[in-house]
């Protein structure tokens, strides 16, 4: 099963993900489209820690990256898609380890509500720095062509952050055909969009960082067995396989990950 997933990563061009077209500012005041309905197509199926609380995931070069919560729990690790992490830390209490994501030679991981955001070395894993911020931290994602980080705090807003030294530079609501879209969490950054896992919903949101429209939902329901999903908590965990259009998708407490791509229901 290692060997599909493998071969996507070399072969695949990442199409699905592009980003849509930019609207006019005569068309901000309009109703945005109605979201396109997508669906998580499982491609293979990879081992996950089903003692990891799982808070944020990312994939950069041939390294999972996986932040996980809970006060005394908390942890950062690396180490290979679809194997064992090969190096984990500890977030110490009490903090409550939340979203992460790479920027350079650096990782930055959220706490809940705390309110401090810790600076690490990508390749130790090690804290470098610890940063204020205000508000709760839940998601966090890095868009690279505008330099900036993608943030949630459970609410409809999303807010753009200086990647050197998390200042704020900006926010944008989340919609849906109009309508704000609360409880967004772990975030993947992909061209201009972001991917939000929605809290206590199976429902996967793409958005336009820019407008903050919803443009998708992907229905990720129905990935673990009935007996599975029994012993685990909510979906929260989405990641771009870069190279592809292809994500990992996993939870907390999961027994599982899995590679998938999102493609129209019916």
Known sequence: MVGLLTAALSALPIAACAPEAP???QDTDAEDPAPRPLRAEVLDVLPHDPEAFTQ??????DTLYEGTG????STL???????EPTTTVAVPEPLFGEGITVVDDRIWQLTWRAGIAIERDRDTLE???RVDYDGEGWGLCHQPER???VMSDGSATLTFRDPADFTVLGTVTVTDTGTPVTDLNELECVDGDVYA??????DLLR???ETGAVTARVDAGGLLTPEEAAEADVLNGVAALPGTDHFLLTGKLWPKMFVVRFVPTG
């Open 127 to 129: 804290e470098r720095r």
């Open 147 to 149: 330099d900036r980080l």
């Open 56 to 61: 944020g995931l990312e994939v950069s070069g």
């Open 70 to 73: 809970l006060v005394g729990e």
């Open 23 to 25: 609207r006019s500012s």
């Open 77 to 83: 690790r690396a180490g290979p898609v679809g194997g």
């Open 197 to 202: 896992n929605v809290w206590h919903s199976d």
């Open 207 to 209: 958005i336009d960082a």
